[in-house]
């Protein structure tokens, strides 16, 4: 299995790490969170920018390949016994997908920076939005899983 397929759970994780890392820090650290909106966006939009770099790669290496690959992420969460069963399926056309959606996601996050700049609740406004677009991306990768598997 390429190594790419088997980092492509990060494309979602990267950025839900991100946004519950800054909502920790804005429950823990409320005023000084909201003084550095700056470069809690920069950090949020380079999260999301990971994922979409992550995505290009995992784009191109789908154009050199013609097969889809499935892969499973099997475990137990930590401290109870919850069984976990993820499966994600990459293709040419979930790997489009990806790439078309990590680009719009960063460019929206540009664009709220600079409509929301300097408004009250900027940073909570800014985490739920990266909490939304990890979402759309890991809909976007084990969507039609269930349908497949």
């Known amino acids: 299995m390429p190594l790419l397929l ?3 759970w990060l494309i ?3 950025p839900i ?9 804005l429950i823990s650290f409320n ?18 920018s990971i994922s979409a770099i992550i995505s290009y790669f995992l784009l191109s290496e789908e154009f050199a390949e013609e097969v889809t690959k499935a892969f ?10 919850f069984p976990i069963h993820i499966d994600f399926i990459v293709n040419k056309v979930i790997s ?3 790439s078309i959606i990590s680009t719009l996601l960063i460019l929206a996050m540009i664009t709220y920076h600079k409509m929301m700049y300097r408004k009250e609740k900027y940073v909570f406004y800014f985490t739920c939005l990266s909490l939304i677009s990890s979402a759309l991306l890991g809909f976007s990768i084990s969507a039609t899983a269930s349908n497949l598997i």
């Open 31 to 48: 005023r000084t969170m909201n003084r550095l909106s700056k470069p809690v966006a920069f950090v949020l939009i380079a999260c999301v």
């Open 17 to 25: 790490f991100a946004s519950f890392l800054t909502v920790t820090l």
């Open 96 to 98: 489009i997908i990806l």
């Open 72 to 81: 499973s992420l099997n475990g137990n969460l930590p401290f109870i016994d």
């Open 6 to 8: 088997k980092i492509s």
């Open 12 to 14: 979602p994780a990267i």
